[in-house]
């Protein structure tokens, strides 16, 4: 093999490094662990992770559990003496949860036995991340389609009941061709609004608000909707949820569009009689704004992969743009907060959006715009939503 | 004799669009929000053709399909169905399985001048 001819940092070139200073290099948290499942040795990576935990057992510091995990790559290795794969999710040190790819192999002693084994652990976050958006994106495209075609049509049709109208001297028949052409222009405007939030185009601006009087707010606007569909429609806003710095309008686009994604469930559940969507926000011990959206639509098929943030058929409905949960999902991510939904096929479906209610930021334009950011870097200016 | 059309789409617009663009070349039309208004208004009418919108809530518009199909006095009227998805014959094809498939699929938007062709040829009127 040719010797690459570029020094490293130190002057000193790559295959002089000694092992261990290689080892402590590897970007990814790798562990020896023997067979009794404790830590014995640990790189550089691994204590910036999970801190230098040697001696303790794996389950302990990448779980917190009392027990060893019931599906262990490692349990498995020490059994076939192969290479095995996982997925997991570990608490770190400053980064709270993570997903990290593991692979652990064995080290084989003199007599050919397993002694320990090697876990290498690649902290994936943000590629689940960026694969979750990617997916949703598709998701979305999909809906969006159905959902443009039936404003076409409605543009369309407003065009041509107008140019009718006008040929009859037809003023009803005028009227109601130029309701159509306004009320799809509309529905663009609705598009244009949500393709900003998904393109990141948009801002968030924050203030010092209530969270439960956005959510109030988008409710009242939503709830004639469900009173038309003839679904139950209840409210529980804890009062004792206080103030904090989100973006309101992102805020009430989450909220109506999760709500018309209940709506739609309900609408399209074949199963039963009687439908319900129920809102409901507290705070959790860590001063967090929770907030759930339930309904007992049709939930979400079981063929569904559920690693995916959510996938409600928005085809079958003309409500949505086919962006909402994109939508939900990027102010979400705007306010660092966290989402799951809890779905049955035929059932129903539970969102919790956990939001942090964010400190009074900085008065210099930095921190704020920090605040406000999407995680990924960037920091935006701020400046008043050009919506 | 003017034949008649009968509209059967949840969504209004959607409704007068076919409605007018149908009555300014001769025909009757009556419309439908739902399916089992779609239904009545079938079985009353006794049209020609019907447009039938096929992602109407709670699967109605399949189940519609099914019930016009099995209904003697209405079984054997052509029915063109209105779909906003193009890979309609993947995703009905479940659907349409062990009864009469539709006469035609038309994909929204709607041409006009196709729709009316479609409509002409059905109810074997001429232009």
Redesign the interface.
């Given at each position: 093999m040719d010797q690459p001819d570029t020094p490293d940092v130190d002057g000193t070139l790559a295959w002089e490094v000694p092992c261990d200073r290689l080892f402590d290099l590897v970007p990814s948290a790798i562990s020896v662990i023997d067979r009794g499942f404790r830590i014995r040795r640990v790189n550089e990576t691994f204590r910036r992770m999970f801190g230098d935990r040697v001696g303790e057992p794996c389950y302990a510091v990448f779980k917190g559990r009392h027990l060893r995990c019931q599906s262990c790559p490692m349990a498995r290795t020490f059994d076939d003496g192969g290479i095995h794969h996982g997925e997991e999710l570990v608490d770190t040190l400053n980064g709270g949860a993570r997903k990290v790819a593991v692979q652990t192999s064995p080290i084989v002693g003199a007599g050919g036995r397993v002694i320990a084994g090697l876990e290498v652990a690649t902290d994936i976050s943000r590629s689940v991340e960026q694969w979750q958006e990617l997916a949703l994106l598709g998701r979305a495209m999909a809906g969006l389609?159905?959902?443009i075609?039936?404003v076409?049509?409605?543009l369309?049709?407003?065009v041509?009941?107008v140019e009718?109208a006008f040929a009859r001297h037809d003023d009803t028949?005028l009227r109601?061709?130029w309701d159509?052409v306004r009320?799809?222009i509309d529905r663009v405007g609705r598009l244009s609004r949500e393709q900003l939030y998904c393109s990141r185009e948009r801002v968030p601006v924050l203030e010092d608000v209530s969270p439960n009087s956005v959510v109030c707010e988008a409710a009242r606007l939503f709830a004639p909707k469900v009173a038309q569909e003839g679904v139950a429609f209840t409210v529980e806003l804890d009062p004792r949820v206080g103030h904090g710095w989100i973006d309101p309008e992102g805020l009430h686009n989450l909220v109506t569009n999760l709500l018309v994604n209940a709506l739609e469930a309900c609408?399209?559940?074949?199963g039963k009689d009687h439908h319900w969507i129920a809102v409901k926000s507290v705070t959790d011990s860590g001063g967090r704004f929770v907030l759930e959206v339930a309904d007992n639509g049709h939930g979400i098929p079981s063929e569904v992969n559920c690693r995916l943030f959510a996938d409600v058929l928005s085809?079958?409905?003309?409500a949505g743009t086919g962006l909402g949960l994109l939508v939900v999902y990027h102010v979400v991510s705007a306010h660092r907060g966290e989402i799951s939904v809890l779905s049955e096929d035929g059932l129903g479906s539970v969102f919790t959006v956990t939001l942090p209610l964010q400190p009074r930021p900085d008065a210099s334009a930095g921190a704020a715009a920090e605040a406000a950011g999407d995680g990924d870097g960037t920091r935006p200016e701020r400046s008043v939503s050009p919506l | 004799m003017a034949r008649t059309v009968l509209v059967i789409d949840d969504e209004p617009d959607v409704q007068t669009y076919l409605a007018t663009l149908l009555e300014k070349e001769g025909f009757t039309v009556v419309t439908a929000g739902d399916g089992e208004e779609g239904f009545t208004r079938a079985v009353e009418s006794k049209p020609d053709l019907i447009f039938l919108d096929i992602m109407m809530p709670k699967k109605t518009g399949i189940m519609l399909y099914r019930r016009i199909r099995k209904e003697p006095t209405i079984g054997a009227v052509p029915v063109v169905i209105l779909t906003g998805l193009s890979q309609y014959r993947t995703f009905f094809a479940q659907d349409f399985e062990q009864i009469p498939h539709p006469e035609a699929f038309v994909e929204k938007p709607p041409k006009p001048e196709e729709l009316i062709a479609l409509a002409r040829r059905l109810t074997h009127q001429s232009a």
């Open positions: 389609a159905h959902y075609k039936n076409l049509t409605g369309d049709g407003g041509f009941v009718e028949l109601r061709g159509m009320r799809n609408r399209f559940d074949t085809t079958r409905g003309t | -």
